[in-house]
């Protein structure tokens, strides 16, 4: 019997940014907060009732410790190899308004994760799931990871656990023509996909409005289920051949990063709950919205602040 629904892999890194709108040239002080997709991920679904484990490879240092410790204080299992070789990765993130810019900024050479193969692994977490979650920022990490991804998503077929990915194309990691070859690799693996309408045109070439894009999607890589993102203008469900349309919900944004984390988790746990697509989506939307307004990488929201915004679209002043 698995205690755990949902199982993510990939890394997580401590995110370092200087206070307000300062400048890495100058700042004289760094917060630090634990960020990554797949973690985003475990903590937005298990804030929505779906237990879930953290899995990855992470250095035995303070740094490795300080970002393990973060993701356990927010209630996910954290199932980690603790390695004595390899770096903690980390990111910067200068924040700014147009026309500079926020700017994120990698060290994250030579990490423990990036040498991360399956069989160190307990491939049974994954097989025991009722999901397994990762992106496409993992194989783009190390030639390494591209095995173990696909390793992994193959545990998972093996164990009847459905797989499911965010393409989450990285272009400070590595070029579209290596990411379109190797995801679309992994493809064949994978039974829900979410997806950037932006990737989808500049990474994989395909044309369209994001309706056509779900469509095409859907039936040339036989996916269950596809969902493209479109930022502010909402995201497109794709599922037995049936375009589901999501409006985003308006929102006062204080930080973007983890937004679609906060809604691939949310869409996730909802299905786990039993929720058809086009519901699931609305909970997903709502709780990016919700997540737009909390600094840092996490969706550190409640079940019922998504309720309240599905129900009132988030007008409702709560007294
Ligand atoms: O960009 C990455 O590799 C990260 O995982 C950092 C952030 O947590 C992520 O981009 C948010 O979605």
Same mark, same amino acid.
């Given at each position: 019997?698995?205690?755990?629904?949902?199982?993510?892999?990939?890394?997580?890194?401590?995110?370092?940014?200087?206070?307000?709108?300062?400048?890495?040239?100058?700042?004289?002080?760094?917060?630090?907060?634990?960020?990554?997709?797949?973690?985003?991920?475990?903590?937005?679904?298990?804030?929505?009732?779906?237990?879930?484990?953290?899995?990855?490879?992470?250095?035995?240092?303070?740094?490795?410790?300080?970002?393990?410790?973060?993701?356990?204080?927010?209630?996910?299992?954290?199932?980690?190899?603790?390695?004595?070789?390899?770096?903690?990765?980390?990111?910067?993130?200068?924040?700014?308004?147009?026309?500079?810019?926020?700017?994120?900024?990698?060290? &994250?050479?030579? +990490? @423990?994760?990036?040498?991360?193969? =399956? $069989? #160190?692994?307990?491939?049974? /977490?994954?097989? !025991?799931?009722?999901?397994?979650?990762?992106?496409?920022?993992?194989?783009?990490?190390?030639?390494?990871? &591209?095995?173990? +991804? @696909?390793?992994?998503?193959?545990? =998972? $077929? #093996?164990?009847?656990?459905? /797989?499911?990915? !965010?393409?989450?194309?990285?272009?400070?990691?590595?070029?579209?023509?290596?990411?379109?070859?190797?995801?679309?690799?992994?493809?064949?693996?994978?039974?829900?996909?979410?997806?950037?309408?932006?990737?989808?045109?500049?990474?994989?070439?395909?044309?369209?409005?994001?309706?056509?894009?779900?469509?095409?999607?859907?039936?040339?890589?036989?996916?269950?289920?596809?969902?493209?993102?479109?930022?502010?203008?909402?995201?497109?469900?794709?599922?037995?051949?049936?375009?589901?349309?999501?409006?985003?919900?308006?929102?006062?944004?204080?930080?973007?990063?983890?937004?679609?984390?906060?809604?691939?988790?949310?869409?996730?746990?909802?299905?786990?709950?039993?929720?058809?697509?086009?519901?699931?989506?609305?909970?997903?939307?709502?709780?990016?919205?919700?997540?737009?307004?909390?600094?840092?990488?996490?969706?550190?929201?409640?079940?019922?602040?998504?309720?309240?915004?599905?129900?009132?679209?988030?007008?409702?002043?709560?007294?």
């Amino acid at each position: 019997m698995s205690e755990t629904d949902l199982v993510t892999f990939g890394e997580t890194m401590l995110r370092l940014s200087p206070p307000d709108q300062e400048r890495l040239e100058d700042a004289r002080e760094f917060e630090v907060r634990a960020g990554g997709a797949e973690s985003n991920v475990a903590i937005a679904a298990q804030r929505l009732g779906t237990p879930a484990t953290w899995m990855s490879k992470v250095p035995e240092t303070p740094l490795g410790r300080r970002a393990v410790g973060e993701l356990r204080q927010h209630g996910i299992d954290t199932e980690v190899v603790w390695s004595h070789r390899g770096r903690q990765g980390t990111y910067y993130l200068e924040r700014a308004g147009e026309p500079r810019g926020t700017n994120v900024i990698y060290d &994250r050479e030579n +990490t @423990a994760v990036s040498t991360a193969k =399956a $069989r #160190e692994l307990d491939l049974n /977490t994954i097989k !025991d799931a009722r999901v397994f979650f990762t992106t496409g920022i993992t194989p783009a990490l190390s030639s390494t990871l &591209r095995d173990t +991804t @696909a390793s992994l998503l193959k545990a =998972a $077929r #093996e164990g009847g656990t459905t /797989t499911a990915f !965010d393409f989450n194309y990285r272009r400070k990691l590595w070029s579209p023509e290596e990411a379109e070859e190797t995801m679309t690799h992994l493809f064949p693996g994978i039974d829900v996909l979410v997806i950037a309408a932006r990737d989808a045109r500049t990474v994989l070439g395909f044309e369209g409005d994001p309706r056509q894009l779900a469509h095409k999607l859907g039936s040339q890589y036989e996916f269950e289920t596809v969902v493209v993102t479109r930022g502010s203008e909402g995201a497109i469900g794709w599922h037995d051949s049936v375009v589901h349309e999501q409006p985003a919900y308006d929102t006062d944004t204080v930080s973007r990063i983890g937004t679609g984390d906060a809604f691939t988790g949310s869409f996730i746990a909802r299905r786990l709950e039993g929720d058809d697509v086009p519901t699931a989506l609305e909970y997903a939307a709502a709780t990016a919205a919700l997540k737009r307004t909390i600094p840092g990488d996490v969706a550190r929201v409640t079940e019922e602040e998504v309720e309240a915004v599905v129900r009132e679209g988030g007008e409702e002043l709560s007294r």
